[in-house]
């Protein structure tokens, strides 16, 4: 079966030509503002450089520095640069080098190559002889490309302006938000297979292999290596194995995998039972409280009450589910929910998985310290239209903090013969992208999976 391409996804090349003009006007405009701030009359970002691997002429996966890819939806063409100087259009130097061992990437011409100048350049003595001679009072950003010395006068990844940039970045443009949408859906299509690929009996190998599939996207080109957990290894938060072998007993599948587009991200969690009883009542519950989560989720909210607020909710699902001895009140303030749920409630998503900005007070000011006792939450910001953010409860049987748990005073707070019967099945996450918008939210994910149904 031929694999769905981007044409055939929402947003329309037409609809991304109308906003991506906009969004480069935003992006323009904010950095301009963010140079005069930091006393900086213009600004270099590098796409990034191949790095080579120990002892031989092959290179690692070429990773895009996000910075670059604010300004164009280009993830494969290293050493390339944007030049801007304010009130003038953007300048692309992009790199085509003279090489008949790899192919050199084509001159980009789409919906987004209309709002910068283009330059094709061989090699990075011909990028330095394409930008002004002066280049005193330019900020840099990106990684020392071996050469960057010998540039004078560039001001190197200046702290105050990454840190001006990193703020403004939480506020997606509409173009953006509908980059993430069609990530989104690309998702849901990849998450789709998924689910068929375990109900057929798959091994995590062989569900990556659909998802891929069905996203039309190899793994480089996700935005992150998919989490594909059967049984106890739903667990291992981050888990990577992806073993080729099918247990002999299959229980539950826990997914969390995200597809790209235009250099978007989508970061989506489904869990499934392969049975009815206990653990999919458990995941139903859990899908209540997600959504009990996302309905409250508007501008003006404070990220650390969200994340508070889960940890209240999950307390009364450990009671309901007999998880514990203690009442709700307890479970949440002796901190036991945090053994069940240990990672963040959700975090900015957008050109990276785990998005920039999300400590930041203000532009130019210091951090919003996290919660006391929640080490892993990566935002603590008040909500803005524009934000999106993910929201991913979860709950998990997680041997070393059990174990931790069982040797201090809390251990009696645990009813150990349920968490024995529901450890072979690891632990659920559900985990959806929300735009966050003046008056609630747009569930990206929700809807991408029902546009999926209907397809
Ligand atoms: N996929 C990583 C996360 O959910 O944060
Ligand atoms: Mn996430
Ligand atoms: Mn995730």
Redesign the pocket.
Known sequence: MAVPHLTELPPTADTLENLFGPHLSAVCARTAAALEACGYGGLLVHSGSLRPIFQDDRTHPFEVNAPFKVWAPLSDVPDSFVHFVPDRPPRLLFHRPTDYWYKPAPLPQAYWTGGFEILPCADLQAARAALPEDLSHTAYLGEDFGGLAGWAGLAPNPPRLIRHLDYHRAVKTPYEVACLRAANRRGARGHRAAAQAFSAGGSEFDIELAFLAACGQREQELP?NP?IALNENGAVL?YQMLDKAVPQRRRSLLI?A?AEFAGYAS?I?RTYARESGDFADLIGRMDELQQTLCAAVTAGIDWREVHLRAHRLTAEVLVEADLVTCSAEEAFASGITTVFMPHGIG?LLGLE??DVGGFARAPDGGDIERPERHPYLRLTRVLEPGFVV?M?PGLYFIDPLLAATRADRRGRLIRWSRVESLRPYGGIRI?DDLAVTTTGCENLTREAFSAERST
Do not use: A, L, P, S
């Open positions: 992150y989490i981050h969390d995200g970061d969690t975090h998985v785990h993910t991913e985990e």
